[in-house]
């Protein structure tokens, strides 16, 4: 048995399992299609692969990227990487070939572990001849080394680069957000203590890992020695069976996956055995809220809200639910946030505000790309100055209020980020897949509320005089994701522009809603 107080020296995710191991030894770990592996098994695996690594010449601060499907595998490389002081770059497996390869050249990984079937349809050898790949069951040939993967893990330090997270910004592609091992291990230990995990509870997982609140799900289980199933979401029905098979006690989702999931076909008590639900990735309203507990009933509900650039940020208690309507909660354990007015003053009860968060979530910042992070990251407004140090934080570019009580309230954003599904997508990441398609002069996105999907992509062309608009949704589907597709396609003769001379999503938004309305009230006149 290992002695608690040494949960406290603890610098990695590896570090973390190797502690959990000593234990929870026969607890089951994770569990997929394939069966379940105990913690002294997934100790051994990740050994096994760590040294695979080490074969393959991954050293520590390299790279590694995966694009594959969530199962056990997936889960032992991660915690392999970590091992040998490696930094973990998960895809989200249901990508398309630009946006996997776009991630592939900005963060420039030593080695790609996927499939044969995944690696073809990429055509790597003509787009990055240079980048070496591997199938995950190769690296599972070598030898476990126990001491040697421990002395390697015996170098890590909590400020080491532990992942990227590919997320979208403000402009341009998605931006690769890099996470500390501190991040990692604080931000499980922070979860784990308010959501009261135990050893015996079993965590669905159901988000992807390249998803923050997906990766936080497997770090969580993980902290509090429970048991993590590999759940890859593709449909409802499927989310039931798996459910009445693994029988978790512990759910997380973001709003669109709820509404599916409430729809699944529920008999009576079979939601029973779940205790805690929680949401993240979006607001969840009273009336999706009511349906989820409805499948649920046992279930104590915990909404949750956080950033990429933050890892895990604020929390409303279950018992808050009915006294704070709408609240994304407060902080988290371990963190701090500020509301404050564009001068770095803070802001008084309820006046509008930024959102800026401070504490052992802070990530490490965007790669390569140092404009953003000079915008994103910024001292600490509320720096002591007889200390003589400055400390980073996230200045979040949410706006929200906060009430007498300290409970906080979502207003709105700075930037013109989209949420969908919860994924933060930009409007320009979809534009360039846009503008490539033949006949497509000029292309602007913005978003519209939806509430299934938090926000629903609009997306306006100009297009050349013999091109056809209805080709476009064949090509969207073939060229993005699910959560990229644009809900409406509109063709216009010309895009409303600014004195500067760029399009002015403000105003293209007001038109289009003036058409929708110009167009139901005709309706209703012509059925009249």
């Not at 802001?347 to 504490?359: A, K, S, W």
Request: aromatic letters at 6%; hydrophobic letters at 45%; a negative charge.
């Amino acid at each position: 048995m290992q002695p608690m107080y040494r949960i406290n020296s603890l610098a990695s995710l590896f570090q973390l399992l190797r502690f959990v191991a000593g234990i929870h030894t026969h607890r089951v770990a994770v569990v997929d299609d394939a069966g379940g592996t105990d913690y002294s098994e997934l100790l051994a695996q990740v050994q096994q692969v760590a040294a695979g690594l080490a074969a393959a010449g991954i050293q520590r601060g390299h790279r590694v990227a995966v694009f594959a499907g969530k199962d056990r595998r997936l889960l032992t490389l991660l915690l392999a990487c970590n091992a040998v002081g490696a930094v973990f770059v998960p895809i989200n497996p249901h990508l398309k070939k630009p946006q996997v390869l776009h991630i592939l050249g900005d963060c420039s990984p030593e080695l790609l572990v996927s499939t044969s079937h995944r690696v073809a349809q990429l055509d790597l050898e003509a787009v990055l001849p240079g980048l070496r790949w591997q199938a995950m069951e190769m690296l599972a040939e070598c030898e476990p080394r126990p001491e040697q993967v421990n002395e390697w893990a015996r170098g890590a330090v909590d400020s080491d680069a532990a992942a990227i997270l590919y997320t979208s910004g403000s402009t341009g592609l998605a931006k690769g957000v890099v996470l500390s091992q501190r991040n990692l291990v604080s931000g499980a230990l922070s979860v784990a203590d308010y959501l009261d995990l135990e050893s015996d509870d079993v965590v669905l997982g159901v988000l992807p890992i390249s998803f923050d609140a997906g990766l936080s799900q497997m770090t969580t289980a993980l902290a509090a020695g429970a048991c993590y199933v590999a759940h890859e979401f593709l449909s409802a029905a499927q989310f039931r069976r798996a459910v009445q098979l693994h029988r978790p006690t512990v759910i997380t989702a973001v709003p669109p996956l709820w509404h599916l999931i409430t729809e699944a076909g529920w008999g009576p008590g079979s939601g029973d055995g779940v205790r805690l639900v929680a949401n993240t990735g979006g607001h969840m309203n009273e009336a999706l809220l009511e349906r989820v507990t409805g499948v649920f009933p046992l279930a104590r509900p915990v909404l949750m809200y956080g950033l990429t650039e933050s890892f895990r940020s604020t929390w409303l208690p279950p018992e808050e639910l009915a006294r704070h309507p709408g609240s994304m909660g407060r902080a988290v354990p371990n963190a701090q946030l500020l509301v404050v007015r564009p001068d770095g003053t803070e802001c008084g009860p309820d006046e509008p505000g930024e959102l800026v968060h401070r504490g052992s979530f802070v990530s490490l910042g965007y790669l390569g790309n140092p404009q953003l992070n000079a915008q994103r990251f910024r001292p600490w407004p509320l720096r002591a100055d007889r200390y003589n140090q400055e400390e980073l934080a996230v200045w979040s570019g949410d706006v929200v209020r906060r009430d007498a009580e300290g409970y906080l309230y979502f207003i709105g954003r700075t930037d013109e980020m989209l949420k969908v599904s919860g994924h933060r997508i930009s409007p320009t990441e979809v534009e360039t897949v846009l503008l490539a398609m033949p006949g497509v002069m000029e292309a602007a996105v913005f978003g519209i509320p939806d509430e299934r999907l938090g926000q629903a992509i609009v997306s306006c062309v100009v297009l050349q005089e013999n091109a056809a608009l209805d080709q476009l949704p064949a090509l969207c589907r073939k060229q993005l994701p699910a959560h990229m597709q644009p809900a409406s396609l509109v063709c216009m003769d010309a895009l409303p522009r600014n004195g500067n001379g760029k399009i002015d999503r403000g105003a293209l938004r007001a038109q289009w809603l003036a058409s929708r309305q110009a167009l139901a009230t005709a309706t209703d006149e012509a059925t009249a």
